[in-house]
Nanobody
């Protein structure tokens, strides 16, 4: 059974950091682009970042310079390092896999992704 499991969310003060993890089971992440999306209450799910199989990365303008996506193929895991967090980063964060293998780049429309995790809550508040 293909599964993505997010972890690492929590409550953090503004200016703080968190590292989210997305672990896969039932399949190998290495050939596929992985994305991180988030959804705040009452808002649409939006793309945050993605990474292609070859390491190409893409970021939403709102997180550029603060968030870093990376992958560890040996651990079958993708990470999202989030620094300088702001209250507006508060949301449920989801990881997702696009099952189009070995694409040179990654993009962030939701329609490009096939499997989704259950999400992890990130709350930025003092």
């Amino acid at each position: 059974q293909l599964q993505l499991v997010e972890s690492g969310g929590g409550l953090v003060q503004p200016g703080g950091s968190l590292r989210l993890s997305c672990a896969a089971s039932g399949f190998t992440l290495q050939p596929y682009a992985i994305g991180w999306f988030r959804q705040a209450p009452g808002k649409e799910r939006e793309g945050v970042s993605c990474i292609s199989s070859g390491g190409y990365t893409n970021y939403a303008d709102s997180v550029k310079g603060r968030f870093t996506i990376s992958r560890d193929n040996a651990k079958n895991t993708v990470y999202l390092q989030m620094n300088s967090l702001k209250p507006e980063d508060t949301a449920v964060y989801y990881c997702t896999a696009s099952l189009r293998a070995f694409q040179a780049v990654c993009v962030m429309p939701k329609s490009e992704y096939d499997y989704w995790g259950q999400g992890t809550q990130v709350t930025v508040s003092s």
